[in-house]
């Protein structure tokens, strides 16, 4: 029987390793297109929900919807639609990391110091008529980054839904911003008093019948509640959204 040596030992460790490595960086590569389409497939799936498209049934050719809806980008530094940039080229994540991507928060409540300049939004029209418009929004809840979705109608002001996507709240406590009769609560609440500031308000237990600003909260979550509050309410303010949806709503872009 051979004798076994170090030198034996540290080879056949290696030549194990190699193999693995080659299997591994394989599988990535021929996965790599298929979770790109996936992923890409996500996120148009969530626009159409946030926009009312999507049959309840989840039964839709996801890509001929999508082509349904018109992408603008925003320019959050300047507060202004641009053409020069595409949407295909817009990773906000990444772009948080680059200065002249890039812009600072003075927002301390939002939670995060920094966001990409360029953000998507996403409308549905009747004609020339904007009849909802899809705003990506981002924050910190308790214990995690919140990433979602806001929809507001025709008017700029009246929230048609809210939905997170992807958090890491506590199951049970303010993972409950993933279920269907938290999410309804927000339905038809006017996220805007008269004077075009921000009112939406997450309290603390039932919101009163008939109230138009004020959102259920949270049991046992009141952290997380409170997180949503400031995301929804930075989104939809001065350094966000606000002035956009400001000039939409008075018609200064409702020709496309």
Known sequence: MPKETIGKTIGVAVAVCVVCSVFVSTAAVCLKKRQ???????????????????????AADVDALFGEIETQVVD???????????PEDLNPT??????????????????????????????????????????????????????????LDSDMTTVKSLAFYQHGETPGLGGEVATPRWKKS??????????????IDVVKGRAPPG??????????????????ENLVRFWLGDEGYGPILKKLAQGEHDDG
């Open 211 to 228: 109230a138009e600003h004020e959102v259920d909260g949270l049991s046992g979550a009141t952290l997380t509640a409170r997180g949503v």
């Open 76 to 86: 959050l530094a300047d507060h202004e639609l641009e053409d020069d940039v595409s």
């Open 36 to 58: 790109v389409r996936n992923r890409d497939m996500e996120k148009k799936t969530n626009v159409l929900q946030a926009a009312g498209l999507l049959p309840a049934d989840g």
């Open 186 to 199: 927000w339905i038809d609440k006017k996220a805007y008093g008269d004077d075009w500031e921000p009112e």
């Open 94 to 151: 990444k772009d948080a990391q680059e200065p002249d991507r890039s812009i600072q928060v003075e927002d301390p409540k939002l939670g995060i110091k920094r966001l990409g300049r360029y953000r998507p939004i996403y409308l549905t029209r009747d004609g020339d008529r904007i009849e909802r418009v899809v705003l990506p929004i981002v924050g910190k809840g308790l214990w995690s980054t919140m990433y979602g979705f806001l929809a």
